[in-house]
């Protein structure tokens, strides 16, 4: 009598490259999530307004600049300008994004701005097929927003027993899946001077400028995209 239990002739089933590398990028993210919380919740502020800043400003890395100037005794303005200048950068990130993954409604525009950095940008400029491109960025927006409130509320619950994650090195997971998407885009001369010159300035400022401005400086390189002109010899 024959089994009718087969083996080797269904199809091998693997796991799709976008949900793979967003599931680890969650999952450092939780880890990053879950220290903001506790240093919020050491900082003073109350869980109220935690889940509010998680939910409603979504930017870790201005979450995490709030939350220290606040601990040193900032005024409100100068929390306000700091997390704008901080995240100036999403304006070219949008216009590099375009509107293409976001679709053609307003709602889904308006709520596709808020899901919106610099992983779920960096992943969809990866993508090549549109269709993949759409699908990487609200994958990775969509993981990363949940992540990022479920982590930080616990962590805020938890308190400070968490740590920092620059303990556990962690901190390091997001500029490296950044690095690995970038790496396939830099194909010609061009694409290298712009990296290259942007690393340069962010490396050289940063040590004298706060978090995430060096970034903003770093577009600065973007000047190197230009065509150089030539100068034409001229006959005597």
């Known amino acids: 009598m024959r089994s009718i239990i087969r083996t080797g002739d269904s199809p091998r089933r693997t796991l799709d490259p976008i949900a793979r590398d967003v599931a680890a990028l ?3 993210g939780v880890v990053v999530g879950l220290s903001f919380g506790a240093i919020a919740s050491a900082a003073g502020l109350p869980l109220s307004q935690i889940v509010a800043m998680s ?3 979504y930017a870790g890395g201005a979450q995490f600049l709030a939350v220290g100037l606040v601990g040193a005794g900032a005024t409100t303005v100068a929390v306000v300008v700091a997390g704008l200048l901080l995240n100036a950068r999403h304006l070219p990130f949008g216009l590099a994004i375009g509107s293409a993954p976001l679709g053609d409604r307003w709602a889904a525009r308006l709520l596709g701005s808020h899901l919106m950095t610099d992983e779920s940008v960096a992943f969809a ?3 090549e097929d549109p269709a993949r491109r759409r699908r990487a960025y609200w994958m990775t927006g969509i993981g990363l927003f949940l992540t ?3 982590a930080s509320a616990i962590g805020a619950v ?3 027993a968490l740590g920092d994650p620059n303990t556990f090195g962690i901190d390091a997971a997001f500029p490296a899946a950044l690095l690995a998407l970038t790496l396939p885009s830099l194909k010609d001369k061009a694409s290298m001077r712009v990296a290259i010159g ?6 050289a400022t940063t040590p004298f400028l706060p978090a995430g ?3 903003l ?7 190197l995209a230009l065509p150089v002109p030539s100068r034409k010899r001229t006959a005597a």
């Open 55 to 57: 939910l409603f400003v």
């Open 148 to 150: 990022w409130n479920i």
């Open 217 to 223: 400086v770093a577009l600065v390189a973007l000047a």
């Open 158 to 160: 938890a308190g400070s």
């Open 213 to 215: 401005l060096p970034v």
């Open 125 to 127: 400029l990866a993508q």
């Open 26 to 28: 969650c999952a450092a």
């Open 198 to 203: 942007g690393a340069a300035l962010a490396l």
